[in-house]
C-alpha cells in the first residue's frame, strides 16, 4: 500500500481528511516533537479505530508533514507514490495527475 492509499483509508474509515485529523493533533499537543509515537497511536485507536500502520502513517504526517521521501516515488509495486508530496485535502479534492 502507498503511503497515499494509507491516508485515503484514514479518511475512509474517519471521515476526516488527514489534514483535519493533523489539526486535532496539534490541538491535542500532539504536535510538539517530544510526544512519543505511542501516545499518537493510542489517541488514533481509541478516538478513531485506527491500527499501528494507518497510524504511524499519520505520526509521520504530524511530526514531519507532508513531505515523503522519494525511494518509492515513480517505481513499480504496491509501495509506489506517485510525489514526495502528500495530499492531505480529502481524496474529492485531490487533483487528478
Known sequence: ???QAYLDTIEDKTGLTPRQLLELAREK???DGSVKAGEILDWLRA???LGRGHGMALVHVIRQGPGISSKHVGTTGA????SDTLW???KASKPVS
Request: charged share 25%; proline share 0%.
Open 47 to 49: 478516538d478513531y479505530g
Open 1 to 3: 500500500m502507498s503511503f
Open 79 to 82: 509501495h509506489s507514490d506517485e
Open 88 to 90: 492531505l485535502d480529502g
Open 29 to 31: 499537543g500532539f504536535g
